[in-house]
């Protein structure tokens, strides 16, 4: 059974900094594509960040690029995300996702070409 597992998430003020990891298990990702996406109350379901399954290729809404940085570490199965210099309307839940086939090219990680997803975990950023 697959699981994707996020933790990180949390409060805080404008300006500050988070780092979202996402743990996989059941499965070996390092030859899968990974992405994080983010909702905020009301509104749909977004991408933030993706990276290529070797970690050599990325790809930023346009929103977060050059404050949010998306990592890997295949050996432990898990992604990152650092968030820096964040902003209130950052805050939303953030979810870790996978897609269902290997080598998915980072700019084509939709919503909708997702297979796998987190739980969750909430960001919440005061101003």
């Known amino acids: 059974q697959v699981q994707l597992v996020e933790s990180g998430g949390g409060l805080v003020q404008a300006g500050g900094s988070l780092r979202l990891s996402c743990a996989a298990s059941?499965?070996?990702?390092?030859?899968?594509?990974m992405a994080w996406f983010r909702q905020a109350p009301g509104k749909e379901r977004e991408f933030v960040a993706a990276?290529?399954?070797?970690?050599?290729?990325?790809s930023y809404a346009d929103s977060v690029k050059g404050r949010f940085t998306i990592s890997r570490d295949r050996a432990k199965n898990t992604v990152y995300l650092q968030m820096n210099s964040l902003k209130p309307e950052d805050t939303a839940v953030y979810y870790c996702?996978?897609?269902?086939?290997?080598?998915?090219?980072?700019?084509?990680?939709?919503?909708?070409?997702?297979?796998?997803w987190g739980q969750g975990t909430q960001v919440t950023v005061s101003s």
């Open positions: 996702a996978a897609p269902g086939s290997p080598y998915t090219r980072t700019q084509v990680m939709g919503v909708n070409s997702m297979t796998y």
């Open positions: 059941g499965r070996t990702f390092s030859t899968y594509a």
């Open positions: 990276i290529n399954w070797s970690g050599g290729s990325t």
